[in-house]
């Protein structure tokens, strides 16, 4: 992404490749992970665990120049349609009401995450949007 998320993470809800009448050029809606969940251990209690696995989101309309797709394919592990449309993000109440949402639902798929079987299993490709970039 470019712009204040670049190097974050974000997962694709919707693509406009011609465009709309708002946004003359190709576009996409994304929904990606500003803050990331920090490291837990076993030693740590149930209180730290709940404050290190918080996630703060984001949700733009991206110009699909300034995307870096990767390998990764998360489309039956995270239902993102289900809770970001364009109505949605009219207005600032709705858009802060669905990041309220969004955070929930990331939190909850962080947590109640399995362990992966395989570098080819899709659980890893879920836990590699939880994993901050590095570069």
Known sequence: LHG??????AVVVKASDDGTK???FGHALVAGISKYPRKVTKLMGSKK???????TPFIKH????????????I?????LKSIITDEALES????????????????????????AKGPNDKTSHVKFLFKKLRF
Not at 4 to 9: F, I, P, Q, T, Y
Request: overall charge positive; charged content about 45%; hydrophobic content about 25%.
């Open 4 to 9: 204040r998320h670049a190097g974050k993470k």
């Open 22 to 24: 708002d946004r003359k």
């Open 49 to 55: 665990i709940k404050k290190r696995t918080k996630v």
């Open 62 to 73: 991206v110009n699909l120049n300034h995307l870096l797709p990767t390998r990764y394919q």
């Open 75 to 79: 489309s039956g592990e995270l239902d």
């Open 92 to 115: 600032r109440d709705k858009k802060q009401e669905t990041k309220k949402k969004l955070k929930l639902y990331l939190q909850d798929k962080y947590v109640s995450l399995p362990e």
